[in-house]
């Protein structure tokens, strides 16, 4: 009965084995165009690299893959190829590479290429850095509706770095950020009218958008209106929300800013009867289970 039992076992192992290796193979056909040179297809060979689809997971060969495509002006692949010299990724990491291939692709029209060309000229990384072209590239990806490309061009009207300081600008394309979901848009639109910034203030709209940036788990936000909550500034006064969010503040900043958080949270949480301390508590614990890895 053992032998059996082992002959048993040993039999499902050779399957999965054979199974595995049918699974690791790319398409013949596929590889057969791509080696013979169609692009589509080498950025997809590449894919399969890049995400092990049929293959072990190589960074190096999606990257050799991505280049022959890059080479024939295929804009994703020059787009995922300057991520990995970006990154160090199967390459050597070269921003002036990354930098390259981004603006091939931004050439052709690719907003995630523009919006990280972008980014390398805000912060000069491998280029010099040039606030007026990031705000150029972040320009044309904005237009295509790419909410982080609209959200980093507001903040260089906020700060009126590559463009002149405007912040009707910046409130405009914030909104169009935020509206997507971009919670770092949120939180600065909500700045906006809690500091009468470019629009009439309004304690209201600015806890609205905190909110949302705060239930996205921006630490500021939460502060924030927790806070507000405490004042009864744009909603009603409410010690058990105001404990609330700034348990959140607490849990999810570090530093000095979290002492912050913990001594404001404590001070409400002292006003408050054990059973409405420990409803907030187990709000918390359960948003921060939730939210956290």
């Known amino acids: 009965m053992q032998w059996k039992r082992l002959f048993a076992v040993l039999a499902f192992v050779v399957a999965l084995a054979a199974a595995g290796a049918q699974i690791r193979k790319i398409d ?11 692009a589509r297809s080498q950025y997809l060979v590449a894919q399969a690299y890049l995400q092990g689809k049929g293959v072990e997971q190589d960074a190096t060969q999606a990257a050799a893959w991505l280049q022959k495509a890059a080479d024939q002006g295929n804009a994703q692949a020059q787009y995922e190829l300057a991520v990995l010299f970006h990154t160090g990724q199967g390459v050597a990491q070269s921003d002036p590479q990354a930098a390259a291939l981004y603006l091939k692709a931004a050439n052709q029209g690719l907003a995630v290429a523009q919006l990280h060309l972008g980014a390398l000229y805000d912060h000069g990384e491998g280029v010099a850095q040039n606030y007026a072209q990031a705000a150029e590239w972040y320009r ?10 609209q959200y980093n061009l507001g903040t260089l009207y906020e700060r009126g770095l590559g463009v002149p300081q405007d912040y009707t600008q910046a409130l405009d394309l914030y909104r169009r950020a935020a509206m997507k979901g971009n919670a770092s848009a949120q939180f600065n639109l909500a700045l906006l ?18 909110n949302k940036a705060a239930d996205q ?10 806070s507000m909550f405490v004042s009864g500034q744009g909603v009603p006064r409410d010690l058990a929300e105001a404990y609330y969010w700034l348990a959140l503040a607490a849990s999810t900043w570090s530093g000095a800013r979290q002492q912050e958080a913990t001594s404001a949270r404590d001070k409400v949480g002292a006003r408050l009867t054990a059973a409405e ?4 508590q187990q709000r918390a614990a359960k948003w921060l289970a939730a939210h956290q890895k």
Not at 140 to 149: F, G, M, P, S
């Open 28 to 38: 013949p056909t596929l590889l057969g165009k791509a080696t013979a040179g169609d």
């Open 140 to 149: 044309k990806a904005a237009l295509q509706e790419n909410a982080e490309a």
């Open 193 to 210: 009218y809690d500091n009468g910034e470019g629009v009439d203030r309004s304690y209201t709209e600015a806890a609205k958008w905190y």
């Open 217 to 226: 788990g921006v630490p500021r936000a939460q502060y924030n209106l927790g």
């Open 277 to 280: 301390l420990f409803s907030a």
